[in-house]
C-alpha cells in the first residue's frame, strides 16, 4: 500500500509539475519508473491505436513501426486487458511477424512493456514503455506501470467529463490520417477500414510512417491511386 501512494504522490507532483496535459503524463512515467520512454496510445475509430504522446526518440520509431503493421505488444493489450513484456525486441515474435519484420528491419533493440488503459469494459488505449535493459519488463516494473496505467486511465476519463483540451485535442498525424484516409474513401469508393487498411499497406510499401504518407497524399506528393495497388490483408493479428 504504501509503494501505492508513493507511486500516485509522485506521479501526480511529476504531472502537476509537467503543465497537467497528456505530454506531462507520459513524461512522469519516464521519470517514476527506470525506463528511458513511453508513449499513450488511444484507440482511434478506424484508425485503431495512435500514439498521442511519446517521449524518445526509439519509443518514437517503435510506435510508428506497430502503427503501420497494426499489430504488437500494444494492440495486443488493448484487446485483451492483459499486460505484455517483451524483454527482448529483436528476439523473433511469430505472434506479430509484420512487426517483429519491421523491427529486425530497423535494428531496434531493448524491452517494451504494454499495459492496457481500460475502465471496466472500456477501453482507452495503452501505456507502452521501453528501455534498453530487458529487466525493465520484470515483474516489478510491470506492477507499478500498472498502477500508473490507472492514473493515467483516470486522469483521461476526468479530462473527458471537462473536455479538457490538453488531453483530447488529437495530435496532427492522427488528424493528418484521417484527413487522408477521407479522400481514399472519396476517391476510391471504398468503406472506412478498407481505406486506413490501403494507407497501412502504402506505408508499409514506401517504407514511411503513417502520418508521413497521410501527409504525403494531402500535399498531393503522393497520388491517391497509388492505394489501389495498396493490398492489405483483410485482418491483422494482435
Known sequence: ?????????????????????ISAACQACVQILPVHGAAIL???????????SVTGADAARIEGLQAVAAAGPAVFAFATGVPVPLPDLTTPCPRWPEFAAAMTRESIAGAMVSVPLRLGMARLGTLDLFDPDPEMA????????????????????????????????PPRG????????GMVI???HV?????????????ARQGLSLSEVAERIIERRLPI?????????????N
Do not use: C
Open 1 to 21: 500500500m504504501a509503494q501505492i501512494d508513493e507511486l500516485t504522490e509522485r506521479f501526480s507532483s511529476a504531472l502537476r509539475l509537467g503543465g497537467g496535459d
Open 138 to 169: 520484470a515483474p516489478s516494473t510491470i506492477s507499478a506501470a500498472r498502477r500508473l496505467a490507472e492514473l493515467v486511465t483516470a486522469q483521461l476519463v476526468s479530462a473527458q467529463s471537462v473536455r479538457a483540451k490538453g488531453w483530447l485535442t
Open 174 to 181: 492522427s488528424v493528418l490520417i484521417h484527413q487522408a484516409a
Open 191 to 203: 468503406g472506412a477500414p478498407e481505406a486506413y487498411a490501403r494507407l497501412r499497406s502504402l506505408a
Open 42 to 52: 488511444i484507440g482511434e475509430r478506424h484508425l485503431g491505436l495512435w500514439p498521442w
Open 186 to 188: 472519396a476517391h476510391l
Open 225 to 237: 491511386a497509388a492505394a489501389l495497388d495498396a493490398h492489405s490483408p483483410n485482418t491483422h493479428g
